[in-house]
Nanobody, 120 residues
Framework: QVQLVESGGGSVQAGGSLRLSCAAS????????MGWFRQAPGKEREGVAR???????TYADSVKGRFTISRDNAKNTLYLQMNSLKPEDTAMYYC??????????????WGQGTLVTVSS
């Protein structure tokens, strides 16, 4: 059974940093596209960052230069380093995975989310 379990969320002041982790189990995530998404209260879910099986990364404009997505295939874990956090980054953050190396199309697997709250 495929599982994605996020951790690392919490409350931080504006300008602070957090690192989110997503531990995958039930399948080997190496070589597959994985991504981070977020959903703020009253808003639609949006893509934050993606990393292909070949480690090519893409970011939403709103987080470029502040967030870094990475993966440790040996640990089957995805990370999101978030620096210079802003109150508008407050959201539930979700990890997701595809069963393809490229990141086009819908994601097949989703975690339960971890909450990030940034205060001004």
């Amino acid at each position: 059974q495929v599982q994605l379990v996020e951790s690392g969320g919490g409350s931080v002041q504006a300008g602070g940093s957090l690192r989110l982790s997503c531990a995958a189990s039930g399948f080997s995530a190496s070589g597959y596209c994985m991504g981070w998404f977020r959903q703020a209260p009253g808003k639609e879910r949006e893509g934050v960052a993606r990393i292909t099986g070949g480690r090519t990364t893409t970011y939403a404009d709103s987080v470029k230069g502040r967030f870094t997505i990475s993966r440790d295939n040996a640990k089957n874990t995805l990370y999101l380093q978030m620096n210079s956090l802003k109150p508008e980054d407050t959201a539930m953050y979700y990890c997701a995975a595809k069963t393809t190396s490229y990141c086009l199309g819908e994601f097949s697997y989703w975690g339960q989310g971890t909450l990030v709250t940034v205060s001004s």
